[in-house]
């Protein structure tokens, strides 16, 4: 079978890169596969791929996005957070000319199945079913449905009438949770299906959850990771009650750096704040931590909790999607209310005062994290394309 995915970028670090990487090198074992990544190529993948997959790198909608008219009309709309017609939509973002020039492209590679990465690359299939005959055409969300649709002044948000009727013609929209599967049948009538993300990385060592370090792995993006709420709670555990002899280790890099560093020496957390930055082999952070925090107001799977689990973290994580079906709240973690800071701070104290609870909970963690290995996620997707139509998710 010889599989085409389609993606915004190979370049950026991100858990939809790493995911696709990953899942693309496990197929690349029993098929041919390609890559068509929707940017110039200038900077290479930041997750290494198997050599045998093609990368081809198509940058026209990156090239024409920004034309008279339609460039300021999508500018408009992100400004006043308009939810735009499904006729206007397609122009703006989707113009026929280049839409029917990468169609033709699709076609000469002579692919048995496309699977399309985030809410834009699947709305962009979607318009092209009736053209593509005899491929098999898959959508691929790695984010939720309420980022994607409800959150005003996001692309997706402003294409959200043209998208109720372009995913509706994909052999099959994929999800990452069962949540979020339900999500599309309320809101758009889509029979989705839904597969989580598989582990990035197996783990022999396991921490030992002996240090007093508190670990966060993620974007430094202050609201979607709750980086702020992640303050907040540092100055409870730290400031407030006392457990000055502990601190928080923060591993990555992105666009709040500066408003976190800000709101670290705000609180007057110097001390026991430590931003490590962007680090591609995070294993090391993992098992030398005790405790994993996971303060996101929204996660579309969360694939640094099952990274956590596999190295043997009890995670604390507020009940979002995603999360929520990864942990298993009393055994592997807790799982908080959104978005009550002070019973997020109690639970982690449970844990950072209690060494056996530690223990048992480490264990139990990296027995859940099982569940998402490669090889039965992979196993799952190549039902899926085997046969879009009727394959039945499955709960890990």
Known sequence: MKIGFITPSLSACGGLQRVQALLANCLAQRHEVAIIALEDGKTPPYYALDQRI???????????????PWGPVRAVAREHSLALPAWVARR????????????????????????????FCSVLLGLMVEDLRGVRIIGWHHNSYSVYFQTPGKGAYIQQKLA?????????LVTLTRQDREAYKRWMDIDGKYIYNPLSFSCEKKSEVSEKVLLFVGRLEIQQKGLDYLVRIADILFRQRGYTDWKLEIVGGGS??????????????????????????????YTQAS???????????GLVVTEAMECGLPVVSFRTDGPSEIVQSGKSGYLIENYNLEKFADAVERLMCDAGLRRKMSEQAAARAEHFSLV???EEWEKLLQDPENYQSVSL
């Open 54 to 68: 093609q990368v081809i790198y198509e940058d026209i909608f990156m090239r024409r996005r920004n034309r008279f």
């Open 92 to 119: 703006a973002y989707y113009p026929a000319g280049t839409v029917r020039e990468f169609r033709r492209r699709l076609e000469e590679g002579g692919y048995d199945c496309l699977v399309a990465s985030t809410a």
């Open 164 to 172: 109720r009727k372009a995913l509706k013609k994909l052999d099959a």
């Open 256 to 285: 709040g750096k500066d408003e976190i560093v800000h709101m670290i020496a705000e609180y007057g957390l110097e001390n026991q704040i430590v931003l490590m930055g962007e680090k591609k082999d995070v294993k090391e952070y």
């Open 291 to 301: 405790v994993f925090l996971c303060t996101s107001r929204w996660e579309g799977f």
């Open 376 to 378: 039965r996620v992979g």
